[in-house]
C-alpha cells in the first residue's frame, strides 16, 4: 500500500518571503512540529525554515514537491504563542514574516550551535599501586597531576587545573589512556553578568516597608494579577518614589503562582543594574535570572535560550528585543521606562516593543506593567479612554524630596562681548562645593564628541559627511572627524579644501570638551569620567564605570542620555544639564514632550539619597513649556497643555501616525517616484486618512540615499493598510528606488 507523504508549510530564511509546502520523510513525520527549524533546498540554494504549519494536502501524481531534508533541533524552537504574535506583527507593521521570525530565533539556536561543555578530571579506584608506579613509568609531569587529582574529592576542570600546575594537555590524555584516571564533560552555562550584584542590602532584607502609596499601587496590580485574564496598567511615578519595588511585589506574586516574568528596560546600559538587583531579591527563592539583549554572544544568547525554553528559568530581563524571550506561561510583562523612543526599532521590522508587548500579554492573559515618571502621550490617552488602568506614586520614599531646580539663562551669562561660558558659574561653584563636601555630581549633554563643526570662516564651508546631511563632529582624543549617523570617519583636515585657508575653526560643545572644562575648573585631584557611546565601545567598561561611580570612586559623571534614566546613586546630590535646549530644535511634534520628558529624568538623578539634591538647567530658552514644567516636577500640567496642542492638530495619540519613506542613490529619480505616488493618492485617495507630502526628510541624505517622505494620518492601521496596499501593489517602483513604511513613526529625522 502506497504511504501519502505529509505534506507542511515551511518558511524559509534567507530572503525568501513566502512560506511554501515541503514534504515530511517517512522518518521524520512522528517527529516535526510547528515551529521546529529544518533544513531544506530551494533551487540550488540549501537553507534553514520553520515549520509554520501542519496542514496536509492531497497527494497528486503531477505534484512534484520536495522534501524536507533533515531537523536542526528535536524540539520547536517557537512556541504556538510566539509564532500567533510573529504574525500579528507582520500585518500590523506591514513587514515580512520572515523578517519578523528572523528577529525571534538566536543564531546560534537557527545554525544548531552545540551547548558547551567542559572536560572535567576524576579520580579511580587504586588497588594495586605497583601497577600504578609503572604505568606512570619517569614521567614527572604525570605524576604531578595524578598525585593532584588524587588529593581531589570532587571532579577538577581540566583546562585551569593545567594552567595551574603548568603542564601539557598530553600529560592529561597520557593518564586517561592509562586509565589512571576518567574524564567527563560538564556542560559549562555561559550567562551574562554572572557576577552582577549590587553593594547595596536594600534589597536583600526580608522585611520592605512600602510607603502608603506603594502599599495602595501594589495592592491594586496585586489584584489585578489575581484576576489570571489579560489588562495593561500604568505605574506612573516621581523619580526616586519605589516603583522598582512595587514590579518586585508584582513578580513575587506571579512567581508564587507558577507564571513567568519578562522585565524590559530601554537601554542595554541599563541591564547589568537591573539584573543585579533582581537577582539580590530573587536568589534565596532559588530563581535563575536569564539576561536577553543585541549584545550578548552567540553562547550566551543560545544557553538563555534553553534556560527559557526548559523552564528552568522564569525570569528574563533585558532590553528591547527580549520582548521575543520563549518565556514558559508568561504572566507578567514589566515595561519600566515606557515612554523611552528607544523601545521603538528603526530597522526592519519597524517595531515597538512597548505595544508588542501590550499584544503578547494579551495572547498569555497576562498583565502587561507599565512604568515611567512621564508616560508617553500615547498610554496616558489609552488611560483616558478606559484601555489602560493606572496607579499613581506621587512622592518619593522616606519623606525625601524632589531636588531644587534652578534655571539658569544663559542670555544673561555674556560678559561684554564674549560669548557666553559653556558652564555657568552658578554651576561650576556647585560642582566644587559639592566635591569639597565629599558628593557626587552628574553632569549632562546629550551630544558627544568635543567640538560639532569645523568651518572655515573665510568662505563658509563646513566640514559635512560625504554619505548623510549632516555636519561631522570633531573628536580630539584622535584628532578625527565623525559621523555619528552612519559612522563615517576622516582625519580633521588641517586646512580648507574649498578655499585653502588654514583658518579653520571648531564650533559647539560635546561630551569630551565639557569633561576637559570640568577637568580644568576643578582641583586636580577630582575624579572625572566620561560615559557616552565614544568612551564605552569596549565591553563591560560601561558596567565597571558604573561601578566605580557607585562605589564613589568617581567624582563627578560626564554623559549622555545613557546616564539620563533608571541609574540610582544616592550620593548624587547635583545635576547639571548643559544646552537644555537641543532636544527643542527638532524638527518632530514630540521635541516638547521629549525634551521635558529628558530634563525631569535627568533631574531625577538628584538627591535619592539621604542628603537634599539641587539641578542647574542651562537654557537660552528658559520660558519654555516643557523647560518651565520639568523645573516644577509638573508632569499633569505639561500633559494638559501638551494634550491641547496635539488635539488642536489631531496629532498622535488623537490619530495614529504612519510615514511613508521614498529613497534611492538618485536625488531626482527619488523625487520623481515620490511626487508620482502623490499624484496616485490624489486620484485614488484612501478614506478616512488625511496625507501631507511628499517632502524633504529632515536629514535628507542618510548613508548615501536621497529622502523623501508623506506622513499619512489615520484613526485606524488595518483600515489604512487595506487601501495602501491595493493602491501600492499597482504602483511599480524603479529598481534603484525603494520605499519603507513605518506605522506609529516613532523618529521623524
Not at 235 to 258: D, I, P, W
Request: hydrophobic share 35%; net charge positive; aromatic share 8%.
Amino acid at each position: 500500500m502506497k504511504v501519502e507523504p505529509k505534506i507542511v508549510e515551511v518558511q524559509p530564511f534567507g530572503g525568501f518571503n513566502q512560506e511554501l509546502s515541503y514534504g515530511v520523510p517517512v522518518a521524520l513525520v512522528n517527529k516535526v512540529q510547528v515551529g521546529c527549524l529544518v533544513r531544506i533546498t530551494l533551487g540550488n540554494r540549501r537553507l534553514t525554515g520553520m515549520i509554520t504549519s501542519l496542514e496536509s494536502r492531497e497527494n497528486k501524481a503531477d505534484f512534484k514537491i520536495k522534501f524536507i531534508s533533515s531537523l536542526v533541533q528535536n524540539e520547536p524552537v517557537l512556541n504556538l504563542e510566539l509564532i500567533q504574535l510573529a504574525r500579528w506583527m507582520c500585518t500590523y507593521y506591514y513587514t515580512s514574516i520572515e523578517s519578523v521570525l528572523e528577529g525571534m530565533i538566536p543564531a546560534a539556536v537557527k545554525v544548531g550551535m552545540s551547548e558547551k561543555k567542559s572536560r572535567y578530571l576524576i579520580k579511580v579506584p587504586i588497588n594495586d599501586l605497583k601497577e600504578v608506579e609503572k604505568k606512570l613509568g619517569n614521567s614527572p609531569q604525570q605524576k604531578k597531576l595524578f598525585s593532584y587529582i588524587q588529593n581531589s574529592s570532587a571532579p577538577i576542570p581540566l583546562n585551569e587545573t593545567l594552567t595551574k600546575l603548568g603542564i601539557g594537555i598530553s600529560s592529561a590524555n597520557g593518564l586517561v589512556k592509562k586509565q589512571l584516571i576518567s574524564e567527563v564533560h560538564q556542560k559549562v552555562e555561559r550567562s551574562a553578568y554572572d557576577d552582577e550584584f549590587t553593594d547595596s542590602d536594600e534589597h536583600i532584607s526580608s522585611i520592605i516597608t512600602l510607603t502608603d502609596e506603594q502599599q495602595i499601587a501594589s495592592q491594586e496590580i496585586l489584584q489585578i494579577i489575581s484576576e489570571n485574564k489579560f489588562r495593561s496598567h500604568l505605574l506612573q511615578g516621581v523619580t526616586g518614589s519605589g516603583k522598582t519595588e512595587v514590579y518586585f511585589q508584582a513578580m513575587e506574586e506571579t512567581l508564587s503562582k507558577g507564571g513567568g516574568v519578562l522585565f524590559l528596560v530601554p537601554e542595554v546600559a541599563l541591564a547589568p543594574q537591573t539584573v543585579g538587583r533582581l537577582r539580590n531579591r530573587f536568589s534565596k527563592q532559588n530563581e535563575n535570572v536569564v539576561v536577553w539583549h543585541s549584545h550578548l554572544s552567540d553562547g550566551e544568547r543560545l544557553d538563555a535560550w534553553s534556560s527559557l525554553t526548559t523552564g528552568r528559568s522564569r525570569i528574563v530581563v533585558g532590553a528591547r528585543s527580549a520582548i521575543f524571550a520563549p518565556v514558559q506561561n508568561l504572566k507578567l510583562i514589566i515595561v519600566d521606562e515606557e515612554h523611552e523612543p528607544s523601545y521603538k526599532q528603526e530597522e526592519n521590522p519597524r517595531y515597538h516593543g512597548r505595544d508588542v508587548a501590550v499584544y503578547r500579554a494579551k495572547l498569555n492573559e497576562a498583565v502587561c506593567l507599565l512604568g515611567s515618571a512621564t508616560p508617553s502621550m500615547e498610554s496616558l490617552h489609552n488611560v483616558n479612554t478606559g484601555k489602560y488602568s493606572k496607579s499613581m506614586l506621587r512622592k518619593r520614599i522616606d519623606g525625601r524630596e524632589l531636588p531644587l531646580v534652578h534655571l539658569v539663562d544663559m542670555r544673561k551669562e555674556t560678559k561684554g562681548e564674549k560669548a557666553p561660558p559653556i558652564l555657568s558659574q552658578q554651576l561650576v561653584e556647585a560642582l566644587r562645593e559639592r566635591y569639597y563636601n565629599r558628593e557626587q555630581s552628574i553632569l549632562f549633554l546629550n551630544r558627544r564628541g568635543f567640538n560639532t563643526t569645523m568651518m572655515c570662516p573665510d568662505c563658509g564651508d563646513v566640514q559635512q559627511c560625504k554619505d548623510c546631511s549632516i555636519s561631522m563632529t570633531y573628536h580630539r582624543t584622535d584628532s578625527y572627524l565623525r559621523c555619528h549617523i552612519c559612522g563615517y570617519r576622516k582625519p580633521a583636515p588641517r586646512f580648507c579644501a574649498s578655499c585653502g585657508s588654514f583658518d579653520i575653526i571648531k564650533k559647539g560643545h560635546g561630551t569630551q570638551r565639557i569633561e576637559d572644562i570640568a577637568e580644568s575648573l576643578l582641583p586636580k585631584k577630582a575624579t572625572i569620567r566620561r560615559v557616552d557611546a565614544d568612551m564605552m565601545s569596549k565591553k563591560n567598561l560601561f558596567r565597571q564605570t558604573l561601578d566605580d561611580f557607585r562605589k564613589g570612586k568617581i567624582d563627578i559623571l560626564v554623559g549622555t542620555q545613557m546616564i539620563a534614566k533608571g541609574l540610582d546613586f544616592p550620593n548624587v546630590t547635583l545635576v547639571g544639564v548643559i544646552d537644555a535646549d537641543l532636544p527643542l530644535r527638532m524638527e518632530d511634534f514630540r521635541a516638547s514632550e521629549r525634551a521635558f520628558q529628558l530634563l525631569t529624568q535627568v533631574s531625577g538623578r538628584a538627591g535619592r539619597g539621604d542628603r537634599a539634591g539641587e539641578v542647574f538647567i542651562q537654557t537660552y530658552a528658559p520660558h519654555s513649556s516643557s523647560i518651565q514644567f520639568s523645573r516644577k516636577g509638573d508632569v499633569e500640567g505639561f500633559i494638559e497643555e501638551e494634550s491641547e496642542l496635539r488635539k488642536e492638530f489631531s496629532y498622535p495619540p488623537y490619530r495614529q501616525l504612519v510615514r511613508h519613506i521614498f529613497r534611492g542613490r538618485s536625488k531626482d529619480k527619488t523625487l520623481f517616484y515620490a511626487e508620482q505616488w502623490s499624484k496616485r493618492l490624489e486620484q485614488h485617495p484612501i478614506e478616512g486618512v488625511e496625507v501631507k507630502g511628499p517632502a524633504p526628510a529632515p536629514l535628507e541624505r542618510l548613508k548615501g540615499y536621497y529622502r523623501f517622505h508623506f506622513f499619512y494620518f489615520t484613526q485606524q492601521i488595518p483600515k489604512f493598510l487595506r487601501g495602501y496596499h491595493k493602491l501600492r501593489s499597482e504602483f511599480p517602483l524603479d529598481k534603484e528606488v525603494h520605499d519603507i513604511l513605518d506605522i506609529d513613526a516613532n523618529q521623524l529625522s
